[in-house]
């Protein structure tokens, strides 16, 4: 291989002494230097030479160097200044690679798709910094941004969250979120030494894949959303509670309860033994 390849830890540490770099804790930056790690997230998300790829948060360009090879194009957005001329520097051999140098959650990335992609479904790869995970996932999927899929390192139990259903501890509003949109699938556990500097968490890489059309029918998704997180707030109390209390709707104890009834669902329920169906179904009654 003639390219100056990153992912192996020797050119990690050589381009971070070059520039002086010094990791900021508050962007999440744990660099990957994991080849094999690498190669499972390139095909895991099927890139082809016909794909667009968003990625978020290239670090020091590793992964880019990888997408850039499997992809057609890709524009990758990065936050810290830092790392910007490391960028340039390490990138320079792929012709097929744009920086925009920004805040991910302030980026119109539906723009970009349009720009790009032709408004075709895009794919989003990235190692996501943690402390923003939430927040990426649900502009990409509520801000009607073209998505194909998105196959990102998360936390692991983050990862978890976003798979499991009813009946465990995990399940919450992100579980309901993601799966109304996509269909998620855990594709490998990575352990911390595959990162500079280590993480103190498990990571994991997850695949999302966008449904063609939604797994439940709702007339009004946003009315659906608002009873699913007014029924995880408070997650110890019942469903009837929860959403009396909720200062994001305005039903008295009265209609909870009769659209409760309509579902055949007892007044005792929690909201956490809800599947999508049923949260689908309650929405539809109480519009
Ligand atoms: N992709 C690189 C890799 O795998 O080695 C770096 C991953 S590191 C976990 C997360 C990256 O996201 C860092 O480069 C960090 O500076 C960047 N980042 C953090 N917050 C961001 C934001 N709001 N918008 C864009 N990039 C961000």
Known sequence: ??????????YTIEILQKYDFVFQKRFGQNF????????????????????????????????????????????????????????KDTLKEWDNVAVIHGDILKTDIRRIAFEK???????????LPYYITTPIIMGLFENQVPIDSITIMVQKEVAERMQVGPGTKDYGALSLAVQYYAKPEIVANVPPNCFMPR????????????????????????LMFRLIRASFNQRRKTLV????????????KEEIEGALEKCGLPLNIRGEALTLEKFAELANIFI
């Open 1 to 10: 291989m003639t390219r100056p390849y990153l992912g192996n830890p020797k």
């Open 32 to 87: 990957l230097i994991d080849t094999h790690v690498l190669d499972k997230i390139i095909c895991a998300s099927g890139i082809t030479k016909e794909d667009f790829v968003l990625e978020i948060g290239p670090g020091i360009g590793t992964m880019t160097q990888y997408l850039a090879e499997a992809a057609r194009e890709v524009t990758a957005v990065e936050i810290d200044d830092a790392l910007i001329p490391i960028l």
């Open 117 to 127: 992609n032709n408004g075709k479904p895009i794919k989003v790869v990235a190692n």
């Open 199 to 222: 993480p103190k968490v498990g990571s994991a890489v997850i695949r999302l894949t966008r449904h063609e059309h939604p797994p439940v029918q709702v007339e009004d998704e946003k």
């Open 241 to 252: 509670n929860g959403l009396k209390n909720s200062q994001e709707l305005d039903f008295s």
